[in-house]
């Protein structure tokens, strides 16, 4: 490790864009260039835009600065040193896309992104050093079938035969298999060899104050299970104990649309560091004139299926093989009754959802001031959880599972995933005041994860339409993504409202 971080603004995020919005096809996704610093050897026979962007964002932002394209460039060397062990968290979800079987490569976060992330890790840790992939991606999708689309298999192998270690790790201890969107069966799994750990935020939780105590609604059919750790006063979550443990822990985000949370980026991106996704809230049962946040306003129809769904799902729990076929058989019944999920709103998919994030900005506060002893400090570790974002092909629309395919050629480096978050959104084209996660990441009263304003961020890029104050960004120069349906209209950037209020903070004319 160097001596001593290299003194640079926490708000400063780097950008830069690949030259085509596509991946490299052929794993390991080496570079095709012999970069100076590059040690391994192999050079990709096709072009490999991707790692040179990485490579190339990684320089923007000034790391090791003096060193940049001689043989001791070490980008990362000042956050970890030799020895060290590094977490790579990609956004592994789910293996494939419901409408194009090229589509995974805007879901998840792509192999090419991830190589170029694990060499300069494992150049700052070395061959005595470790790096793991990790994620827990969703409960029905398969872990072999996501590695083995992105290539992650054939990554491993190709580290392992140089003598450096890299694993991958499944956080899950429990796979599911579903048929029409109905779990028919559980699998458990090993889950992290290194175990959890529990933390109990209590009066520093955003939840603190949230009315929705006993209508949390989690990652399963057992409600009861989410509502035990967020009661009376608790607020706890189970994480991995590799990922607490770790020296530096890179996010590696897809950039896609959210329909929980308008958008996901790094900050939304920990919830795959979770060991049991039950303990997460993710709506709060009712709508807002009963201080729930499932639907904006319930028609009779909406309130039929809440009822029906609900003694179908407790039937199910109670006569897992009956109840469960006739969940089966009944959801694909009703969705001509009732809607599907691409065109109608439920389960607190929508822009009035005020549960998600505070469950968000609850893992960002464990990663930042949590201990592998299950304890909380006062004081933010030192710089160890940074993001690197993939739009090179980023998702739209019906994110973050059904997404369309928008070319972004977008790749981002910061330091601070609030600042992070808040510069990618508005190169997407949304809002950041109307992105709860993003907004409400730079408010946290306890813990808090940023100080100041999100307008503070300044950009650092090699595109002059990408480069300054994040207030001089004008829409016609952002990605104008398409927002989830029931965020339109909600969270569209209005440049206006960003550069007078950005000019008022700084006190420009």
Sequence with gaps: MSESPVSRSPYQVALTR????????????SPHTA??????????????????????????????????????????????????????????????????????????????????????ALRAVGPTGRVVIAD????DSSFIGIVTALGLDQLRHFYQERGFSVDLLDLRQEEWTTRGGVVTARRRLPGDPAGTVAFDLG?????????????????DYDSRVVNHHHTDGRHEYLLSATVMQADLIINLPKLKSHKKAGITLGMKNLVGVNADKNWLPHHTEGWPGNRGDEHPRP?????????????LRRAALAWPGVGTRTLRIARRGGTPIFGDGDTTIRSGNWWG???????????????????????????PQPTRHIVLVDGVIAGHRNGPMSPDALPGRLV????TPAAVDAAVTVLFGFDPERVPTVRQGFRCHRLPLANGDWREVELVGDDTDWNGPIGNIHPTATLQAEPHFAWKGRVELSWGDVRTTASNRSGSP
């Design 18 to 29: 690949t030259r085509q919005a596509a991946y490299p096809s052929a794993p390991p996704f």
């Design 299 to 311: 028609s009779a129809r909406h309130r039929a299926e809440r009822a029906v769904v609900g003694g």
């Design 203 to 219: 009066d520093r939780s955003e939840f603190v104050g949230h009315p929705g105590a006993g209508r949390y609604y989690g990652a």
């Design 136 to 139: 827990a991606p969703q409960t």
């Design 412 to 415: 981002a480096f910061g330091t």
């Design 35 to 120: 970069y100076a610093e590059y040690g391994f050897g192999h050079l990709s026979r096709e072009p490999n835009h991707v790692y040179a962007a990485v490579r190339r964002v990684l320089a923007l932002a000034g790391l090791d600065k003096g060193g940049v394209d001689t043989s001791q460039w070490n980008p990362l060397g000042e956050y970890v040193g030799p020895g060290g062990t590094v977490v790579l968290k990609p956004n592994l979800v789910r293996e494939f896309h419901p409408r194009d079987p090229d589509g995974w490569q805007w879901v998840l976060t792509h192999g090419a992104v991830i190589r170029a992330a694990a060499d300069y």
């Design 353 to 379: 959802n005020d549960t998600v994030w505070r469950m968000s900005l609850d893992l960002n506060k464990i990663i930042h001031y949590g201990s592998p002893d299950g304890t909380l400090t006062e004081t």
